[in-house]
């Protein structure tokens, strides 16, 4: 563990004015103080007499509400937080962006804040903290995203293969042989994980992999206009999505086009927010279980605090059967209106 001595030492300064950045002193310019902590950082320093005031954790958010019991993150914050306050812990959820990012080194803002470890939702492999991630000595458990190699950080999520093949189970089992999937760009961690599960679960039950098959595109009603008519006319009778945003898109856009769900088309979804027992017809989608996952994330912090060194959990993957998936149409016509693109 580094000392005030070896940080003063890197840095040419003395030992007293060391303290003074650390410690928030006026007398210190903001130059010299970002300098220290970053250096503290960088050899792994623990300012032991700030963290020794309070058990503080923060989980790090982007991407993702939370405010409200209907929302994605709501009650995976929850989980976390009925795990870690009974333990004495005061958990802070903090905001952040990527040009706080940009800004803000992620070990200088732990340190400045005194928080011991934390727990990362909605960051994308673009974050700038995801490079930091990679050798960082903060405890830090990341959902849906994953860093190799370094014992300080774990990961966990929900099991993307278990769930595409019990889907793809289901669609077999009424008759589907040619199942499409339609996904956000591959720029993050779960959206390759789960484009890879599509792939593996399509060899694994024999089915044709095909990449006119798969529709890829960032923005979520744009891309479900566009690949829902290529799909059908490429003989798609069920088409699995990596979020539930994109299959009640899929719906809407199945509902302009006077394309019946689930006659014409069987739809899956992934994650079974609030919304999808209520869309018309509710949408069949593979649970994750979100109050677990915020449970787990405060468990697999308290390894890393205790210099337990984990990987990854993965929580099992559920179906929930809904109306949005039927049998295959006994002779497959694409309906003229899905041919047609939208202007």
């Known amino acids: 563990m580094a ?3 070896d940080i003063a030492a890197k840095l ?4 007293s004015t060391v303290s003074k950045a650390l410690n928030n002193a006026t007398d210190v310019s903001e130059e010299m103080r970002k300098k220290i902590l970053e250096t503290a950082v960088e050899l792994g320093y623990a300012n032991k007499r700030l963290q020794k005031k309070e058990k503080k954790l923060c989980i790090l958010i982007e991407n ?3 405010d409200t019991p209907n929302q994605f993150g709501h009650d995976i914050v929850l989980g976390f937080k009925q795990m870690a306050e009974p333990e004495g812990w005061i958990v802070d959820v903090v905001p952040v962006t990527m040009d706080f990012q940009k800004l803000t080194p992620y070990g200088v803002f732990m340190m400045q804040r005194g928080y011991q470890a934390s727990f990362i939702l909605g960051f994308s492999l673009l974050d700038p903290w995801m490079q930091e991630f990679r050798s960082s000595r903060v405890p830090t458990v990341l959902y849906d995203n994953y860093i190799k190699e370094n014992p300080n950080i774990a990961s966990i999520g929900c099991d ?3 769930g595409f093949e019990l889907a793809i189970k289901h669609l077999m089992k009424l008759g589907h042989k040619k199942i499409g999937l339609i996904s956000g760009p591959l720029d993050s961690y779960i959206l390759k994980a789960r484009y890879n599960a599509y792939i593996n679960a399509l060899y694994k039950f024999g089915l044709e992999v095909n990449e006119d098959y ?5 923005y979520v009603a744009e891309s479900t206009r566009k690949y829902i008519p290529k799909l ?3 003989g798609v009778t069920a ?3 990596s979020h539930d945003v994109r299959a009640i898109s899929a719906i809407t856009e199945c509902n302009d086009r006077d394309i019946h769900v689930p006659e014409d088309i069987s739809i899956v979804g992934f994650d079974d927010l609030p919304m999808t027992a209520y869309t018309v017809p509710p949408l069949t989608t593979i649970r994750q279980d979100r109050l677990a996952l915020g449970k787990c994330g405060f468990y697999a912090l308290s390894c890393l605090l205790n210099h337990v060194a984990i990987g990854s959990i993965l929580l099992r993957a559920q179906l ?3 109306n949005s998936t039927g049998p295959v149409p006994s002779e497959k016509a694409t309906p003229d209106s899905a041919i047609t693109l939208n202007s």
């Open 3 to 5: 000392t005030l001595n």
């Open 12 to 15: 040419g300064v003395s030992k």
């Open 64 to 66: 993702m509400d939370y």
């Open 160 to 162: 993307s293969q278990e």
């Open 214 to 218: 798969i529709g890829l595109g960032y």
């Open 232 to 234: 059908l006319s490429q």
């Open 239 to 241: 088409i699995l999505f």
């Open 320 to 322: 929930i059967v809904r």
